[in-house]
């Protein structure tokens, strides 16, 4: 393990507290989740003895309120899945289903491939070209510290399969959605629109990708591909929001909400998605309990199912939508250090902002002029009008794990993390002591 | 792809020849075995496809006397392959079966799991501690330039299994023989002694390996895992190593052995193990063969089966051990850059030893004044009195890749291949052409 980040130089900056605990709390989070629980899959098992795990974690840690609020949602569990070229070369290929993909048959399915080079190259021919063939999307995805690649070239696969089924194709493969060049497969979720019916989906490994890259060039056109991918949809099944507080002293001061999502994708341990970010928002909180009450209620909300869809984050919008949030923030971007942040306040809270941009830049983290937008546990929150605060982690390297079997504590560095929930210690006590008023607009 | 090292520069320097030709001749190659035949087990249809492409590669670049020498040997293949710790947690784990592993019920076995923090500490307990146990052995195994930690930690994997089956294991598992942190596990022979019952035996890729530590340390001795393996041993199988010569003008001036060998582990598709070595010395026999014809002949030998024991070695040294070789020297180490080298050459030779030490220096290639040792593929033709030159690749980064699936062709940079190329292309211009007596001393 590498030397912690000195917390307490942070604070002496911030000239507040006199010096600081809790160093290792988010490292331990995330070690104990992904060793005593692992993969947590919305909606099965995995993710239920994570809500419980967690519940008597943040129950140990002096938190207020800990509770699960549960609801059903539609879920898809992994099957088998295996692919192979057999004409005109012999390899296999290490790949896995996208979420929501259909079954193949039991024992496979063989078929031509046809490639692209580009979602929109696929949208360009008519359906007969397409039609009882695999079809393979590639793409030029490079990294980014703000991975804005994830939105240019994720359609590929939101929305590329579904495009790929109303052409009547028989099969979707994908390059996959990610930075790296391990034999690590990207997985995440594929919508199918209602009535379209769904075809078998999966995502290459990017050295798989670009094997067949090279085996389609040599083949003209006669490439033949084996799949077999035996998923399954088992209805509705039970998933859950853990909530905790650390309560404030003045109730009329509005509730401030801080979120990270307790599932994670199955191929992994989801250590830095989002074990990382739930560990930080917590172990922040906790720095602020133990720095004596705050002014402002801070919830904290480890969301559930918000890899496959937000019916976490929709169910906790839904019941409590009448509350008075007046700020929600949300850490989802793996474990590397926070470099910039952003902001929506409002305009009573100008003198805030300015106490974070001065905070932050001592702290070396650059402030954005850019839009603030939360993410996808909070945005509902603050499309009704609470403020919202985005600490930018560093994604440069993100996508090189992002949804893979390698999204482990090892990729985690302690210092990085560390310096995540400083940032955040920092951001939560100047707002959950502002004096200036928060309570939102409302639209 | 990167730009290519200037090969022109080097011959510049060596003052003999005004142009270099081929300077993309190794990567060709290694792509199109690892694009159109990719795995090729020792014994198995894909070894036998790469020799067919091996011959046709050789043919059409002019190579005299392209043939190939068939024998049989034993043969293992890989079947299913899972694990996964039931209690008192529940984790699938990442792991593959070391060549000539036993396999499990069909159904997996379940069995309690003692770990040992080495070798020498499962050596030492006595049997009945890990009688009907599952033996778990971990390492210390870290990154060397000379790859000298897979000889120090090296014995868990060949030997551990037979240790473990000796005190009546139920089965082996081992810490990867890596210095990576990707969920690729690393395969590789072990060997059972006569007589004693193989057992089933894998490698946990390094992010489960140290999940299990973490699992392991919280358990208290009450860890069970369910583990299944499906491998088979097939029985004798057909083999054989590819020749091909580069013919000299003088046959009583000895014949020259350079050698790769051409079967890889299933997992990858053997670009740095060993496709990049067969590659490197056929592209520098082909440079010495467009330079005309040089005074020695040249005997490019792609071997089988050295992966699982050295078979395609054994049989070659049999039939050919009365030829008159004057020297071997084998590629067998990545396809990173040479960064030293060392030499056994015979009293009648120290001019042209230092004609090499010359040359190397000018090419920024340090001399090594410890032993050559060739490697399997050639030991016994010089333990037999033949001269050496060994061409150490940088092993830094060999052990993130070696046996595992990321054993692709992306990993491979251009620039090292070819600066490997022009290395072998000087040696063998001197070797081949020195007016020096180079007839082994036979013992």
Known sequence: MKKLFPLISIFALCGSIAHAQNTNLAYEIVEGLTTEVGQRLAGTEGEAKARAWGAQKLKSLGFSNVHIETYDMPTWVRGAETGEVVTPYNQKLMLTALGNSAATPTQGLSAKVIGFSSLEALKLVPDEVVKGKIVYVTHNMKATQNGSGYGAFGPARFVGPNIAAKKGAAAYLLRSLGTDNKRSPHTGVTRFEDGVLPIPSAALSIPDAENLDRMLKRSKGDL?????????????????????????????????????????????????????????VAAAAKNIMDMGKPKR??????????????????AYYEAHKNENFVMASESDFGADRVWAFAYKLPESAKALGERLQKGFANMGIVYDRGAANGGADVEKIIENGAAVIDLKQDGTHYFDLHHTPDDTLDKIDPAALQQNVDAWTFMLKEVANAPEDLTPVKK
């Open 297 to 314: 209620t801070i919830r904290v909300i480890w969301m559930g199912s918000e890899e496959v869809g937000g019916f976490g984050s929709d």
């Open 224 to 280: 033949t591909i084996h799949l077999t991918l035996t998923p399954k949809q088992i209805g509705m099944q039970q998933s859950g929001n853990l909530v905790a507080e650390v309560q404030g002293t003045d109730p009329k001061a509005g509730i401030i909400v801080v979120a990270g999502h307790l599932d994670s994708w199955d191929l992994g341990t989801g250590a830095i998605d989002d074990a990382a970010g739930v560990a930080i």
